[in-house]
Each structure stands twice: as structure tokens, then as C-alpha cells.
């Protein structure tokens, strides 16, 4: 079963930046739309970002639009996520995956649908933003 691998995460202060990273050793990002999501204790699965293959386009939950960045280096095979202006509320537990075209957009992103179209989901890296 194809996995992703998520790495980066961490302990920050609010204000802060991180960067994330997620791979895959199998098969080549380039070739999908990957998003990025994130879980709150006690909270859903929330999706934040996602990156196209079909239009190229960048696209952000409203919760980070301006904040955090996704872009990615071909030759490496990984999908970042730049976050910077890190707030306490921003942390969780943030995974990357696969996603269907249809459901790579700002409206699945804001709506909460892009979350049930996810697949070959990682393992998950930390986030906890705290003084």
C-alpha cells in the first residue's frame, strides 16, 4: 500500500514558522493533487491546503490563507508546507495525501469535503505552537 511520509513538525512559538515536508517513495508526487490536513485534539480532520497537478494552482482554507505556503521540489519527489505567523490554534497533527481532482479546491478545502476523498495517508508529524 502506497504511504506518504510527513516530517518537519515541532515545537514553535506563536509568530513562528515551520516548514513540512512529505514524500513518497513509490510513486511520483508530481503526478497528484496533494493536500495537506491537520487534527486538533478532539476535532475533526480539517483540510488546509492543497496543491494541484491538474491546474497547477495553490489553494488554502480561509483559517490559512496568507499564512501558509505549499510548493514543491520535483527532483526530491516532496510537497512542502511553509506556515509562518503561527498561532496557538494552529496546532495539531498535520498529514498529507492524495487527493481527486474535483476535491482540490478552496471551496472542498472551506466546506470540509476535501477531507473524505484522501488517500494513502501518512503517519502524521506534530505541530504544537506554544510559548
Not at 26 to 35: K, V
Not at 84 to 109: F, H, I, M, Q
Amino acid at each position: 500500500q502506497v504511504q506518504l511520509v510527513e516530517s518537519g513538525g515541532g515545537l514553535v512559538q506563536p509568530g513562528g514558522s515551520l516548514r513540512l515536508s512529505c514524500s513518497a517513495s513509490e510513486f511520483t508526487l508530481d503526478y497528484s493533487n496533494i493536500g495537506w490536513f491537520r487534527q486538533a485534539p478532539g476535532k475533526e480532520r480539517e483540510g488546509v491546503s492543497c496543491l494541484s497537478n491538474n491546474d497547477g494552482g495553490n489553494y488554502y482554507s480561509d483559517s490559512v490563507k496568507g499564512r501558509f505556503t505549499t510548493s514543491s521540489n520535483d527532483a526530491k519527489n516532496t510537497v512542502y508546507l511553509e506556515m509562518n505567523s503561527l498561532k496557538p490554534e494552529d496546532t495539531a497533527v498535520y498529514y498529507c495525501a492524495t487527493v481527486p481532482s474535483w476535491l482540490c479546491g478552496r471551496v472542498a478545502l472551506n466546506t470540509g469535503a476535501i477531507t473524505r476523498g484522501g488517500r494513502d495517508w501518512g503517519q502524521g508529524t506534530q505541530v504544537t505552537v506554544s510559548a
